[in-house]
């Protein structure tokens, strides 16, 4: 998947370009702080996403969104709340308002149906922790736990205090996790056994709930 962002802010386009960076499996080929110059290079170069600011010189990105091909996918980066619903007119992606988080940036790039298992860091999760950003391999998280309006991600090192929902963390995480209770997220390589009433991984038992039980069984049924 290739991408361009456009804004007349050089920060934001650092921040964006870090995010981006941090994701993988997104190649990244420019950079424009004008929106004709953005254009210009659209017509000889098409791409696959634009991250797009609205308030810009010369062509706003409203304008600029309504010039470039449909296949094309956007995704909004303004300060301005008030271009929300005309940008899900044009059928956008997402509407992020500055300052992006992190957490907000993964939500939306989520929304593509763009799944990294191509790319070179197609199994690393990024975990925001207070002012802090892990870098976790999938496969060292064994499950999470909701706590209040925190999720802990429990990994083979440490426990990782995370300020989201459990849809959140569903949202971002790959398709081998899946909820087995209102409280957990289990990673299905690290069970060692299950039933319907509970699972274990490593030395920890968890309560399987009824309302997950089916998805569960299917899992392990398709594998046998």
Same mark, same amino acid.
């Given at each position: ?15 964006? =370009? ?39 010189? @010369? ?11 449909? @296949? ?14 005309? =940008? ?87 398709? @081998? ?40 069984? =299917? ?6």
């Amino acid at each position: 998947m290739k991408a361009i962002i456009v804004d007349d802010e050089p920060k934001a386009i650092e921040l964006l =370009s870090n995010y981006l960076r941090m994701w993988g499996g997104i190649e990244l080929v420019s950079t424009f702080r004008n929106s004709l110059k953005a254009l210009e290079f659209l017509q000889e170069h098409p791409v696959d996403l634009i991250l797009l600011d609205i308030n810009m010189p @010369h062509l706003s990105g409203m304008d600029l969104a309504r010039m470039i091909p449909a @296949h094309t996918r956007i995704i909004f980066t303004t300060a301005y709340s008030e271009f929300a619903v005309e =940008s899900y007119r044009l059928d956008a992606v997402d509407y992020l308002l500055k300052p992006i988080t992190l957490e907000r940036f993964i939500r939306a790039i989520n929304k593509l149906g763009f799944h990294r298992e191509s790319g070179p860091d197609a199994n690393i999760q990024l975990i925001k922790s207070g002012n802090r950003t892990y870098q976790i391999p999938s496969d060292k998280i064994a499950f999470l736990e909701k706590e209040g309006n925190y999720m802990t991600y429990h990994t083979d090192q440490e426990k990782i205090l995370a300020r989201q929902s459990i849809s959140e963390a569903l949202e971002q995480l790959p398709d @081998h996790f899946i909820q087995i209770h209102k409280s957990y997220i289990v990673n299905l390589h690290r069970v060692v056994y299950w039933s319907k009433e509970e699972v274990k991984i490593q030395d920890v038992i968890l309560p399987v709930s009824t309302t997950y039980r089916a998805a569960l069984e =299917s899992h392990f049924h398709k594998e046998l």
